[in-house]
């Protein structure tokens, strides 16, 4: 399951009313993978990036995020080879390519993606909401403890220190243009189609959608 946290608000132990205005947000995106243990128990494990110099959520976006956890499930869960995902219906999950680049993305890291599902943008709660007050608990007391700020994605990846059943990492994603990411996804779509014995053309309208 994935989904975007509340961009966090960098803050300080102690804050100014200067400080407290014109911030920009720390982008946060998790995944939550359910898995079973020994005793065939189902599990939650949590994978959650957060983005540097960077606070756009869009399909490229969630396509880093996305290939962050598929890396870590390969090295966490060697075991696993298929895999289905799962969203809200935001914005930034519509994108049509979506349906076409994740399946890419976990073959190129030996996993399956079986099913795609977009729920309606807030057609319940998940896990994940519940995890995110947590982040969000955590980074409060570690100011408390510290009595210092927290202003960046590493900064904030460093307050979890101790949160259970989570693995955080920062992002860097480089800023691409639009005819460079048509480009790319021609590239791969061309092999797919290829491998299905389908049309260039498909490969076209497809890059250009």
Known sequence: V???MMKFQPARF???TRDHFAKRGISVHGCVVFVRNAKREVVPLYYVTAVEDRDTQDAYAV???AESAMQRVRLDLPHVRRVSVCSDNAKCYQNGMLPFLLPVIA???DLDLTVFVLTETQDGKSMLDAFFATIKAAAHSY???TKSEIGTAYELMRAMDGVSNARFE???IPE????AIQAHVSDVLRE???DLGGDDRVVQAAALY
């Open 2 to 4: 994935m989904d975007y």
């Open 14 to 16: 102690r804050e100014t």
């Open 63 to 65: 396509c880093c995020h």
């Open 107 to 109: 073959r190129a890291h």
């Open 143 to 145: 100011l408390e403890r």
């Open 170 to 172: 920062v992002l860097r």
């Open 176 to 179: 691409v243009t639009k005819s």
């Open 192 to 194: 797919r189609v290829a």
